[in-house]
């Protein structure tokens, strides 16, 4: 089932490391080519023959031994895997992947691949639901690291609770969904623009738009896992692309209207998410602007709409715009989708709550120009760029590409 897959499983200090053991011989038994990195403490729980034995492979255990495989070993590991499971994922690991640290051969394999990382936690239930190792977990899914469990029974330490190291079954379920997801988009370039735009008044003030970039980098990262080659152009926000997800930022909307406009005849999918300011100070002073009495009157000039500019050029490609509403939705809606020439609008009235900025779902309709309405319901951006992008599959389909 896994014939051909090269699979890196980290295994970390955790009395659960013993599972590694029947997870690697699952693997190894389903046609994976399986190498092991182990940490020094899962070291303390389990031999590196057992491993190397299963796996019929090196394991890794330092990380200026010398090399038994690719010549740069971690940086060999790291471009070859097709994924990279840490099984068990201890807090320490977390932390470390979620600061950057790369310190052990393990921590820095997973800073240098470009393939999904999945970790499947396992501790203390109190550890577990430390304030600070959740939020490290949060930070690392915002950031596309995959996780899986834990399960919740009798602990090692005596405890019961959530932290056990969920089922072999569930995790290998886990790595077949990421492996042999079907790639409908392999082949395909798809431009995804997402965030808000900020429009410069002077040296320390901008206008901006609450756009925090979530639903476009959702929907870049849902591309990629459906095999696209994906260019992410983003305004200003703190969150990061999925690993492989190219990524240009920009700041104003005139930089993004160079940056679509010099990308675009490439690419044969474009969506824009994107909180573009339609309006920039029709001037920018060079110094910060001095308080004074009597109030201030700012001048606004209009910018370049980019959808509608795309919509003019478009020949083959496949256009996707949003539209951010607050009243009138659908109608509105239906106006930009026929105006801006696309193939379809995601609508989002985003005075409800749970949909539009910020969040982590949305609310969204499809609107097409033939007047056809799809409403769905509310769910996380993910979810949301999954249906997107099936539609957009469709209407491949329909040009027969
Ligand atoms: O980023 P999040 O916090 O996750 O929030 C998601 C979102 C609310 C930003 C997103 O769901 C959304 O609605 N994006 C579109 C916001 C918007 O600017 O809507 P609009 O109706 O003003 O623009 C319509 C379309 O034209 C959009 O595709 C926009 O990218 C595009 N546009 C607008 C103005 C302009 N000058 N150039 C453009 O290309």
């Not at 979620?98 to 999945?118: E, H, N, Q, R, W």
């Amino acid at each position: 089932m896994f014939k051909d897959r090269r699979i890196i499983v980290g295994i970390t200090g955790s009395i659960a490391a013993y599972k590694a053991i029947e997870l690697v011989s699952s693997l190894k038994k389903k046609g994976a080519d399986v190498y092991c990195i182990m940490t020094k403490s899962a070291q303390k729980f389990l031999t590196p023959l057992t491993l190397r034995t299963l796996s019929q492979n090196p394991v890794i255990t330092e990380m200026f031994a010398e090399p038994q495989l690719w010549n740069v070993e971690h940086v060999g590991l790291a471009e070859a895997a097709d994924l990279i499971m840490v099984v068990p994922a201890t807090a320490n690991i977390i932390a470390k992947v979620c600061y950057g640290l790369a310190d052990d051969f393990l921590s820095t394999t997973i800073m240098a691949t470009k393939a999904p990382v999945l970790l499947a936690p396992a501790m203390n239930h109190q550890m577990y639901w430390n304030p600070i190792v959740q939020e490290n977990i949060a930070s690392l899914k915002q950031r596309g690291y995959l996780f899986v469990g834990p399960g919740s029974g009798d602990l090692a330490c005596g405890a019961r609770g959530q932290g056990r190291l969920i089922e072999l079954e569930v995790i290998l379920g886990k790595a077949e969904e990421l492996l042999f997801q079907d790639k409908p988009l392999q082949g395909k370039k798809v431009l995804v623009t997402a965030g808000p735009t900020r429009e410069p008044l002077d040296p320390v003030r901008f206008l901006t738009n609450r756009s925090s970039g979530r639903m476009g980098y959702a929907v870049a990262k849902q591309a990629y896992l459906l095999g696209a080659e994906v260019l992410l152009i983003s305004g200003p926000t703190e969150i990061q692309p999925f690993p492989g997800v190219k990524c240009l930022r920009i700041e104003t909307a005139q930089e993004m209207y160079q940056a679509v406009l010099a990308h675009a005849e490439d690419c044969q999918i474009i969506i824009k998410t994107a909180a573009v300011a339609d309006y920039r100070p029709k001037s920018r002073s060079a110094e910060k602007i001095k308080k004074r009495s009597g109030g201030l009157v700012l001048e606004l000039t209009n910018n370049p709409d980019i959808l509608a500019e795309l919509g003019k050029k478009k020949k083959e490609q496949i256009l996707v715009g949003f539209a951010a509403e607050t009243e009138k939705m659908l109608s509105f809606a239906a106006e930009k989708a026929a105006q801006k020439n696309l193939d379809f609008i995601v609508a989002n009235d985003i005075t409800q709550e749970g949909a539009g900025f910020a969040g982590d779902t949305n609310i969204v309709s499809l609107v097409f120009p033939a007047g056809e309405i799809k409403n769905l319901g509310k769910m996380s951006k993910d979810d949301v760029a999954k249906l997107i992008l099936q539609e957009v599959i469709k209407i491949m389909g329909e040009k027969e590409w």
